[in-house]
Structure formats: C-alpha cells, structure tokens
C-alpha cells in the first residue's frame, strides 16, 4: 500500500452511495468486487480494505501466543509444524 498522504472527495448520491475515487482505491489495494471495511471514530470514517484489516485484527489478537507455545524462530514452527503433520499421519 502507497505510504503517500493526499486528500480526495467523492459525492454522495440519493442512495447513499459513494465512488471511491482511482488513486484511493490504488493507494488502499481495493480492486473490482474487494470488500472495504468502515470505522468510525468520533466524526471521523476510515475506510480500510476489508482483507487485511481482518489480517491485521488477527496478528493483534494472536501476538504473544507463540512465544506462549514455545515458538521463538522460524525452526521453532517448522519443528512444530513437522511434529503436527507426523501426529495426523499416524492417526
């Protein structure tokens, strides 16, 4: 995503309903048929793409799990992975 600062305007029409303008939709990766997400905070609206604010909210909520598990390198989860894959093999 473009790291770029730039302000754009749309207009509402009668339905309620808003173009997201070309640059905005490049700079946020939103392509034809992507979902967007809206926050509101006080009187001001994000609008985020919905896929990666959904990435995001996950790693926020699992931070601190694998070092929990045990897992600190890379080696840490490819072990764990290997020792998973054998354990569903054997079942």
Do not use: C, H
Not at 31 to 38: I, K, Q, Y
Not at 67 to 87: H, N, P, Q, Y
Request: hydrophobic share 45%; no cysteine; net charge negative.
């Amino acid at each position: 995503m473009s790291e770029t600062a730039f302000v754009n305007d749309a207009r509402v029409m009668a339905k309620g309903q808003v173009t997201i303008p070309k640059n905005v939709r490049a700079a946020l990766g939103i392509n034809t048929g992507d979902r967007v997400t809206f926050i509101v905070e006080g009187n001001t609206v994000k609008v985020v793409n919905s896929a990666l604010y959904a990435l995001q909210r996950f790693q926020m909520q699992m931070k601190g799990e694998g070092e929990k598990a045990g897992l600190f390198t890379d080696e840490d989860v490819a072990a764990w992975i290997t020792a998973s894959r054998r354990e569903e093999d054997a079942e």
